[in-house]
């Protein structure tokens, strides 16, 4: 059954006459006559009475023109609907983050968009790097932010919204913090016990990335901890050293339960990326969000390296 058809035999119902419709509809009253035809032959139903001032539902008539004034208020609800998307008062959101932006920067971001799009069912996961990319290719995620190397697969696009800087970090009471201390040196660093990420980390990636470059390499892997939380009490217990992002330790600077270590030679930034699927349509929550993280972050955000 053709619905515009439906929608203008409606209109006649309603109007009481075909000129009367077409006024409303604003189509000529032989066009409206003519698709109204078509419906009854369609059906081989006659659906309209037509007397000399206008028109009367027969019995079949009556029975379609229930369905139609239910399909017409549906079809106005699901235009609603879409209005209502397109103005970001209804939808959804899925972002997925890797563990230093999902617990040190996203929350706050993700307050203010609660706070401006209060009815979108906003959702939220943690994960590495590696399994952020992959649910944003299976289409889990809208956006994913994740840290350190840009994704190495054709299907996704990365932008750099912010810059962070990994450092080692030790307990207050490291010997090499003494007074006087020389700073280490990076093949001292690689010596040490060293607490690290799992593999599939952004973090490690970076971080292995960057020692391979001068040359070094861990030599002692303590322990491989699933959150950069678990590594920070691990350091503050005293079981080994570890490199993380300047991000996660500020407070532990300020209360003194951890320290920066100075190595001679150890710099190492890492881009902080914003991921979406190449040649993907994106809904108006997400352009949203995108949005609200270039406001937040507007000087540092710049194309792919």
């Known amino acids: 059954m053709n619905f515009n058809h439906l929608f203008l035999f409606r209109a006649v119902a309603e109007a009481g006459s075909f000129s009367r419709a077409g006024e409303t509809v604003h189509i000529s009253q032989p066009a409206i006559s003519m698709q109204v035809a078509e419906l009854e032959a369609q059906l081989d139903l006659t659906l309209f009475h037509r007397l000399p001032r206008g028109v009367k539902l027969t019995a079949a008539g009556q029975l379609l023109f229930g369905y139609a004034q239910r399909l017409g208020a549906l079809a106005d609800e699901a235009q609603s609907a879409m209005a209502e998307v397109k103005g970001v008062r209804r939808g959804r959101l899925s972002i997925g983050a890797s563990t230093t932006i999902g617990v040190y920067l996203l929350p706050d971001l993700l307050g203010e968009y609660r706070r401006r799009y209060p009815d979108i069912d906003l959702r939220f996961d943690i994960a590495n790097t590696e399994e952020i990319e992959n649910r944003l290719v299976d289409g889990i995620l809208d956006a994913g932010l994740t840290e350190g190397l840009p994704p190495n697969r054709d299907d996704l696009e990365s932008v750099i919204f912010l810059r962070d800087e990994l450092v080692p970090i030790v307990r207050p009471d490291h010997p090499r913090l003494a007074a006087g201390s020389e700073p280490f040196t990076l093949q001292q660093l690689c010596a040490e016990p060293i607490i690290l990420r799992e593999p ?44 993380v992002s300047h991000l996660t330790i500020q407070a532990e600077l300020v209360l003194g339960r951890l320290a920066i270590l100075p190595v001679r030679g150890f710099q190492v930034s890492r881009p902080l990326l ?21 406001q937040r972050y507007p000087a540092d955000l710049k194309p792919r390296e």
């Open 200 to 243: 599939g980390s952004g973090t490690r990636e970076v971080i292995e990335g960057a020692l391979a470059k001068r040359r070094q390499k861990l030599q002692r892997i303590a322990m491989v901890l699933g959150s950069t939380e678990a590594i920070k009490r691990a350091v503050a217990a005293g079981l080994g050293v570890a490199i």
């Open 274 to 294: 914003r991921l979406c699927c190449r040649n993907r349509a994106q809904d108006p929550a997400t352009l949203a969000f995108l949005a609200l993280l270039n």
